[in-house]
């Protein structure tokens, strides 16, 4: 490598470098920023899809120290299933907690985690494996 291009990549290093320092000081700001993000479920609010939305929202306040905050919109406040789906593939919702049965629409491989309710018992189960 000649000194020419030497310089011309410690010069490029140099700017990425300060690109990098410039980010994370953004980053590191200390004005107290906050986020907020809704989560739906269509569930109820004493079914565990709901308990877990919480626990959910609970964890994401705790680790990030309250920067960021989950507000939980349960008993299809903002929708059914199908609509809570269309609405978190638009971009409109970011969580959305339910259980896979109304997502065998959207994405037919997810039906993999509905076969345990085609048996009533374990042992029809064992018969047929």
Not at 27 to 41: E, I, K, M
Not at 61 to 86: C, F, Q, W
Request: glycine content about 4%; overall charge negative.
């Amino acid at each position: 490598m000649n000194r020419k291009n030497r310089n011309k990549t410690a010069s490029l290093l140099c700017a990425c470098m300060l690109f990098v320092c410039v980010l994370c000081t953004g980053c590191s700001s200390s004005d107290g920023q906050r986020y907020a993000w809704p989560l739906a479920t269509a569930s109820p609010e004493d079914t565990v899809t709901q308990l877990f939305a919480l626990k959910f929202a609970e964890e994401v306040d705790r680790l990030s120290a309250g920067h960021m905050k989950i507000e939980v919109y349960p008993n299809s406040t903002l929708g059914g299933d199908r609509d809570l789906l269309e609405s978190c593939a638009d971009g409109d919702i970011p969580f959305v907690v339910q259980n896979t049965a109304p997502q065998v629409s959207f994405m037919k491989d997810l039906a993999v985690f509905d076969i345990p309710c085609v048996f009533d018992h374990v042992d029809e189960l064992r018969e047929k494996i």
